[in-house]
């Protein structure tokens, strides 16, 4: 069965220290993978998405970065936090496909609480 | 752009009735439509999967209903139960990308 792991948990950084979150899947190949961030209280926010090893599409202009260095890994990155960088953020992978069997359907990791001092 | 609306304001049943959440969306209609049921601080799980050309899809005590004609997605839980309670989000196909409503939070009371 496929699992997908985000760490950390919860992480506590100030203004302006950089930032590395990591999501992996297990189980399963070539997984379309994304990263999402939910304010609280608010919807998903799709910040990347990727189809596969070193192909990133960015949906938000922002000072977040994301790579896939390997199949099954997709890390978030920034330089510089800022306080509007807090919030939940949610990695999620897909099997890719098309066609009428294609769904689309969505599996998120745990994620990973961020709070911007 | 599609976007999606849901009842922002939450829902609170009491155990054993029927809750309904409503998904409307703004412009054509997808391909097919998701739920998924959030937990706080827990990511999305996926629910159900309804296709355009499906008026109703059933798991258990869910149903949900898509109508394209309304641009509307009901979802019911029937014989609601406390364990229900959560936020519920519905979410539509773009581009190989999806979509996600704000969600509707669910208050089951005993």
């Known amino acids: 069965s496929q699992t997908i792991h985000q760490w950390p948990a919860t992480l506590v950084q100030p203004v302006g220290s950089p930032l590395s979150l990591e999501c992996t899947v297990e189980g399963t190949s070539n997984p379309n993978l994304y990263w999402y961030r939910q304010a609280a209280g608010r919807g998903l926010q799709l910040l990347f998405y990727s189809v596969g090893i070193g192909q990133i599409s960015s949906e938000v202009p922002q000072n977040l970065s994301a790579s896939r260095p390997q199949d099954r890994q997709f890390i978030l990155s920034s330089k510089k936090l800022l306080l509007s960088d807090s919030g939940f953020y949610l990695c999620?992978?897909?099997?890719?496909?098309?066609?009428?069997?294609?769904?689309?359907?969505?599996?998120f990791g745990p994620g990973t609480r961020l709070t911007v001092l | 752009s599609q976007k999606i609306e849901q009842n922002s304001e939450a829902l609170n049943i009491q155990e054993g009735k029927t809750a309904t959440l409503t998904c409307n969306y703004t412009?054509?209609?997808?391909?097919?439509l998701q739920w998924y049921r959030q937990d706080p601080g827990r990511g999305p799980v996926f629910l159900l999967l309804?296709?355009?050309?499906?008026k109703e899809k059933r798991k258990e005590r869910l149903k949900v209903t898509f109508d394209t004609t309304l641009k509307q997605s009901l979802f019911h839980i029937t014989a609601s139960e406390p364990a229900d309670s959560a936020t519920y989000l519905c979410a539509l196909n773009q581009g190989g990308k999806l979509i996600f409503g704000q969600g509707t939070e669910l208050s089951v009371k005993p």
């Open positions: 309804i296709r355009e050309n499906e």
């Open positions: 999620a992978w897909s099997v890719p496909g098309t066609g009428a069997g294609r769904t689309d359907t969505q599996y």
């Open positions: 412009n054509y209609s997808p391909a097919y």
